[in-house]
């Protein structure tokens, strides 16, 4: 089984700085794209960055300039940093990865979501 873990959730201040971490592990699989997703109360989940395994970004207009996504392959982690936090980031956060499990097993994993919330 692939499991992701994700930690680095917490409170902070307007204007304030979270990193986000989340590692797969698993037998026998690969990872290549893996990202970050938000849901806030009463919000639809949205996509907030996506990295490829080559290293290749996007983001979503509402953290661009401000988040910052990267990976460390060889131990099938990905990264969010968050900088000037605002109030309308507060969201539970979602890390995603697609994986190949023995070379033929394409499947989508999610981590359990870690809650940011950003308030004075």
């Known amino acids: 089984q692939v499991q992701l873990v994700e930690s680095g959730g917490g409170l902070v201040q307007p204007g304030g700085s979270l990193r986000l971490s989340c590692a797969a592990s698993?037998?026998?699989?690969?990872?290549?794209?893996m990202g970050w997703y938000r849901q806030a109360p009463g919000n639809q989940r949205e996509l907030v960055a996506a990295?490829?395994?080559?290293?290749?970004?996007n983001y979503a207009d509402p953290v661009k300039g401000r988040f910052t996504i990267s990976r460390d392959n060889a131990k099938n982690t990905v990264y969010l940093q968050m900088n000037s936090l605002k109030p309308e980031d507060t969201a539970v956060y979602y890390c995603?990865?697609?994986?190949?499990?023995?070379?033929?097993?394409?499947?989508?994993?999610w981590g359990p979501g870690t809650q940011v919330t950003v308030s004075s």
């Open positions: 698993g037998t026998k699989f690969s990872i290549s794209d």
């Open positions: 995603n990865a697609h994986g190949t499990r023995w070379g033929v097993i394409e499947s989508d994993y």
């Open positions: 990295i490829t395994r080559g290293g290749s970004t």
